[in-house]
């Protein structure tokens, strides 16, 4: 019986298929930032987005004061994370982007404009995929290795897509509690999940530019789903995943709590923090050696619109 076991804390096994983490850890963390910044308010508005200042002055706050003081906070903790970031946002905000490379931290890929997946056509997904990959390699130096789709739109060409362009992981699923495989006719590629209830946009933003309001909880209120949400993959042998973005968990009362709550869990000694692709490539050697089998999805699921027999649609 291992030592947690015995304490009786993870005496009831809640995760199935527990992923060996590095060094025994008991569970990987990376927190997530979209830096979206302005790229919402042009794409929702495109003929009057440029004359809304105070909406973009409210999402700037991501690349000119909410980056430059997480990527700090990151150096004094000591660990490096993932940002996801449209393309037209590194060509937009490179001070933002040299603070993250600097930092040593992934620069991921999110969309150009931060466009929806879903509403094109095969072609301009291809188009506007490349499009950013290009970007990303000028400003890193490296193709990107993970994509997570803009508001979660994964769309059901986005797999072959991303698996033809030498993907390592997906960021836009939110399947399990641990990775996993989504698997196609053209390959495979690694899901690091998350979901709703990790992302920051219910709990604080209140946009009505954005057509999305929400009752702004305070930063002590905001952070608790966060904590549950971490002692859960803590006790279990999760992944956790939020999904911050700078404008909104980079203001200044809710990233002080929320700092505080990083450094308190990297106190236990017994986390790993990393950057999306370390945890993708610690599954793929994983897989390799032997010692874990992760669950797969096949895909598509379904050929297309789900419809069943009645005698309404005979
Ligand atoms: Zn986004």
Request: some cysteine; glycine content about 8%.
């Amino acid at each position: 019986m291992s030592e947690a076991e015995n304490s009786g804390q993870s005496s009831q096994r809640m995760i199935a298929n527990p992923v060996p983490w590095p060094d025994g850890a008991k569970c990987a963390c990376c927190v997530t930032f979209d830096m979206d910044a302005d790229s919402l308010i042009h794409l929702d508005h495109p003929e009057d987005g440029h004359t809304r200042v105070s909406a973009i002055s409210m999402l700037q706050y991501g690349p000119d004061v909410a980056v430059p003081r997480i990527v700090e906070t990151y150096r004094r903790l000591g660990i490096r994370q993932t940002f996801f970031v449209p393309a037209w946002c590194i060509e937009r905000y490179p001070g933002a982007i040299e603070l993250m490379l600097k930092g040593g931290h992934e620069v991921a890929h999110h969309g150009y404009l931060h466009e929806n997946p879903r509403r094109q056509s095969r072609e301009q997904q291809a188009f506007w995929l490349d499009r950013a990959i290009d970007v990303i390699k000028r400003t890193t130096g490296a193709a990107p290795r993970g994509w997570r789709a803009p508001l979660y739109n994964f769309s059901d060409q986005s797999l072959d897509l991303l698996i033809d362009r030498g993907f390592l992981y997906d960021a836009s699923l939110m399947g399990d509690d641990v990775p996993y495989l989504i698997t196609s006719e053209a390959g495979r590629l690694i899901e690091l999940p998350s979901h709703w209830g990790l992302d920051d946009w219910p709990q604080y933003v209140h946009a009505m530019d954005l057509d999305y309001m929400m009752p702004v909880r305070a930063p002590s209120v905001g952070l608790q789903i966060f904590t549950e949400e971490f002692e859960a993959a803590y006790r279990y042998g999760g992944l956790w995943v939020p999904v911050l973005h700078p404008f909104a968990t980079g203001r200044l009362s809710r990233w002080a709590i929320m700092s505080e709550f990083l450094e308190s869990v990297l106190g236990r000694g017994d986390v790993w923090f990393a950057p999306m692709e370390e945890i993708a490539a610690h599954i793929n050697s994983v897989i390799a050696s032997g010692s874990y089998t992760p669950r797969t999805v096949a895909t598509p699921q379904y050929s297309g619109p789900v419809q069943v027999n009645s005698p309404f649609n005979s």
